[in-house]
């Protein structure tokens, strides 16, 4: 009996544990047919469900080779979203450099779309991770 009760318990660990995913979650992307964002991370599942990311626009600064990156973020509800986004910097090893910007507050309106672009401080930057979380 106390090993049926055993494996009972689990299996419905292993269950719980493969059917829910931790925070932050890939961002969804706006296109259907595109698979999930692999810079872009949403910090709460709800918000997830109303944010959707389009292709991202990364290029380099000529003369200081800073790193600069546009992503659309669209809102997909009928209330207007109130957002905080913050990008961190990386290198190749996609480890921090320590060139992170300030969270910055965003408020996208009913079916809209906005461009959030920040550029990195220093040269170094070679690859980058946004964060998208509720505002409040």
């Known amino acids: 009996m106390k090993t049926l009760l055993l494996l009972s318990s689990l299996m419905?660990?292993?269950?719980l544990t493969a059917c829910g995913s931790a925070a932050p979650y890939?961002?969804?992307?706006i296109n259907d047919d595109r698979e999930?964002?692999?810079?872009?991370f949403v910090t709460n599942a709800q918000l997830r469900r109303w944010v959707r990311v389009g292709r991202p626009a990364v290029r380099r600064v000529e003369g200081s080779n800073q790193l600069k990156v546009t992503v659309?973020?669209?809102?997909?509800?009928?209330?207007p979203l109130?957002?905080?986004v913050q990008v961190n910097f990386l290198n190749l090893e996609r480890q921090p450099i320590g060139d992170d910007t300030n969270e910055q507050a965003q408020v996208i309106s009913p079916g809209m779309t906005i461009n959030h672009?920040?550029?990195?401080?220093?040269?170094?930057?070679r690859d980058w991770k946004m964060s998208i979380g509720p505002n409040g």
């Open 82 to 84: 109130q957002v905080r």
């Open 117 to 125: 672009t920040v550029t990195s401080t220093s040269s170094e930057a």
């Open 26 to 29: 890939a961002a969804l992307p």
């Open 72 to 79: 659309p973020i669209r809102n997909i509800t009928r209330k």
């Open 12 to 15: 419905a660990l292993s269950l």
């Open 36 to 40: 999930s964002m692999t810079n872009v």
